[in-house]
């Protein structure tokens, strides 16, 4: 019996060690210091490619709707988008088939150029959908910033006749004859948004994905390979052409898929000498590790280049598929350091992750999903002017408002519940709101499991969730901010 009753406290005590050990692993303490800025935020953004040109044919009031949703500081609270300048098909089809884009990434693939041969005349009443989502953007959203971006030049143009690529993906498209051609045809689109429309793109991208191998004749879109001496070559006849339009647009350069071409090609810039010619600096981070997006922060940061992260989006199931791109994005705001973010599409037909909105292009019907709500958590309450602090989470977000007197947390919960104990250094808070979304939760107000105590905010994170807490910092940061950096 008492050899029994021995056991049975030692299973006791055997099960406590467990319960404390994994108490232990599912809690987190950490500081955060709203003193010490690591960048300062300019805003979040989406491309208008490809989804601008579809639900531009939309009914104004949905048109309307969709772009609220998107702009507004109660929706998305987006400020930032790039304007894709279509190249635009060979209209007779002579090197490839008659839509092969639709066999791949769809109709909606299809960009307008706005010539058809060397010596046309400009047709600027093309592109009339993606347009008219531009200017209803600016319309709503006067600050808006925007990038005028190039995934081809026109068909005729091309080695291969067609604006997908080169019959080699590994091999640029774009003749060299035609260099001087393609520069005016970009600054001449830049030219004519300012003159007809009172838009001036503050930046220009002549490239995307130009070291890969994707882009090739027959291909699903439009796109062209430079490899990184032609991309050189090519901004040296641009670079003088942009400056004497009379245009303040600057170049950017070299949007790469991945982190590591575009260390490759800010490296063969900085050895060529052109960074000089262009004035920011765009990366995509569809592949990437974070020593990869430390080292591209650190090569921008010595050069004086602002850095965007100007297109990424990944697939995935449902929520985790959401939280695990979210993931990608905290760690695109920690590691690289950007001053903007963007989403590669608004909205798409059959995916959930790749977009915030999902409908039909055609019968003009349309919802928000998840990733909307998951996206909303992060930039609806961290817009242009707020500065992003230090937080030794890589699970978190930190980030103060201009005036000082307002913290913003974001914090991503794992595969179980955790609970976070964070030191708030530089101020004492009070927790003024908060949100959460999960499964069974979109953006919803929330009480429970926060709890401040002097310097540190404990909060009780669910599992597969995101959860901002917007507080009152006291008394408001006036003071000058310790390390704050451009």
């Known amino acids: 019996m008492q050899k029994k009753s021995y056991e049975m406290r030692l299973r006791s005590i055997v099960i406590l060690l467990i319960c404390l050990l994994t108490t232990s692993l599912q809690a987190a303490n950490y500081s955060i210091d709203t003193r010490q800025v690591r960048q300062h935020w300019d805003g979040w953004g989406v491309s208008l490619c490809w989804w601008a040109a579809q639900c531009g044919k939309w009914d104004d009031e949905k048109i309307d709707e969709i772009v609220e949703w998107l702009v507004s500081p109660d929706g998305l609270n ?104 393609f520069a005016h045809y970009l600054v001449d689109v830049c030219k004519h948004y300012k003159e007809a ?61 991945s982190v590591a071409h575009s260390i490759q090609a800010f490296e063969a810039y900085r050895d060529a000498d052109v960074l000089p010619l262009i004035g920011q600096w765009n990366t995509h981070t569809y592949e990437g590790n974070n020593e990869q997006r430390i080292h591209l922060s650190s090569l921008a940061r010595e050069a004086g280049k602002p850095l965007w992260m100007s297109e990424t989006g990944s697939g995935g199931k449902g929520i985790e598929g959401n939280l ?83 913290l913003v947390l974001v914090l991503l919960g794992g595969e179980t519940e955790t609970k976070h104990d964070i030191l708030i250094q530089g101020s004492k808070i009070k927790v003024k709101k908060a949100y959460r979304t999960s499964a069974t939760e979109d953006m919803a107000k929330i009480k429970k499991g926060i709890r401040v105590k002097g310097h540190t905010l404990s909060v009780v994170l669910p599992k597969q969730s995101i959860t901002t807490i917007i507080s009152i910092t006291r008394p408001p940061l006036t003071s000058p901010i310790k390390g704050e950096q451009n």
């Open 324 to 406: 695990k791109m979210t993931q990608r994005l905290l760690d695109d705001i920690r590691y690289l350091r950007p001053e903007a973010w963007f989403d590669w599409q608004y909205m798409e037909e059959r995916s959930d992750q790749w977009c915030t909105i999902r409908g039909s292009f055609t019968g003009q019907t349309y919802e928000k999903v998840k990733n909307y709500y998951v996206r909303q958590q992060i930039t609806r309450f961290t817009g242009r002017g707020y500065d992003i602090v230090e937080s030794d989470n890589p699970q978190s977000l930190a980030a103060v408002n201009a005036t000082r007197d307002t």
């Open 197 to 257: 429309y009172g838009i001036e793109f503050k930046t220009l991208e002549p490239f995307n994905e130009s070291l890969t191998n994707y882009w090739y004749q027959g291909g699903s879109q439009e796109g062209c390979h430079f490899d990184a001496q032609s991309q050189i070559r090519f901004l040296r006849v641009l670079a003088p052409i942009l400056q004497q339009s009379g245009l303040s647009t600057i170049l950017s350069a070299s949007d790469e898929t």
């Open 78 to 181: 987006y400020s930032h988008f790039r304007y894709n300048i279509g190249g635009g098909e060979d209209p007779q089809n002579r090197h490839c088939t008659l839509h092969h884009m639709a066999q791949g990434k769809g109709l909606r693939a299809e960009m307008e150029g706005f010539k058809d041969f060397s010596g046309d005349q400009y047709h600027w009443e093309r592109d009339s959908a993606q347009r008219k989502i531009l200017l209803k953007i600016r319309e709503k959203r006067p600050d808006a910033v925007f990038e005028a971006f190039s995934n081809s030049c026109p068909y005729y143009m091309t080695w291969s006749g067609c604006v997908a690529g080169n019959k080699d993906g590994g091999k640029d498209n774009l003749r060299p004859e035609y260099y001087e051609e």
